[in-house]
């Protein structure tokens, strides 16, 4: 098993993870901050707009199991990567949508999602390539959210579910067998 990380964010950290624990593959998701100025930021620091972190999520993967590439379809593919600084309702530099790649060949593998992205949807992905940068991991609440507090949060009542459909309709073959 050869184990990769990869760093993405696409709106709240909540929704993100929630869809990268079903995919196959993926032995661990941790919600967290990235791309900002102020050491060691809050929660409420980062939803301020002010610390220029993004909530993110870091992605340990099998790559005999699931590519880099097939990784980042994933992600491309189950937010709106079309959206500058917002998903939805989240509104802010905060909710961008962005790769933080950890060396060349991942940034390489980075633009190259974008670019299949981008070819399937006429060229709109905002989605940028930052980084590297240093990785701060959320408060413990915040890890594995929708597995406990989040059934019961409205908002991602609201907001999960679809993404987690859009995940088992259009990656199938790239979804835990128990999610």
């Known amino acids: 098993m050869a184990q990769q990380q990869v760093i993405v964010a696409g709106g709240c950290f909540w929704c993100t993870e929630a869809v990268m624990k079903d995919v196959i593959g993926v032995s661990e998701v941790e919600s967290g901050y990235i791309g900002g100025d102020k050491p060691d930021p809050t929660y409420k620091e980062v939803c301020s707009g002010n ?5 993110a999520v870091r992605v340990t993967f099998d790559d005999e199991t699931i590519s880099l590439p097939e990784i980042l379809d994933v992600f491309m593919g189950t937010h709106d990567p079309s959206q500058l600084n917002r998903q939805g309702n989240d509104v802010g530099t905060q909710y961008r949508s962005a790769i933080f790649p950890q060396d060349d060949a991942q940034r390489d593998e980075a633009q190259a ?3 299949r992205w981008n070819a399937e949807n006429d060229g709109t992905a905002v989605t940028t390539i930052e980084g590297p940068d240093t990785w ?9 959210y929708w597995a406990g507090e989040g059934q019961r949060n409205p908002y991602c009542m609201a907001v999960i579910p679809p993404k987690l459909m859009k995940l088992r309709k259009s990656f ?8």
């Open 51 to 55: 610390t220029g972190h993004a909530e």
């Open 113 to 115: 999602a974008i670019e």
């Open 136 to 144: 701060y991991p959320a408060e413990d609440y915040h890890q594995e």
């Open 172 to 179: 199938q073959n790239k979804v835990k067998q128990d999610a």
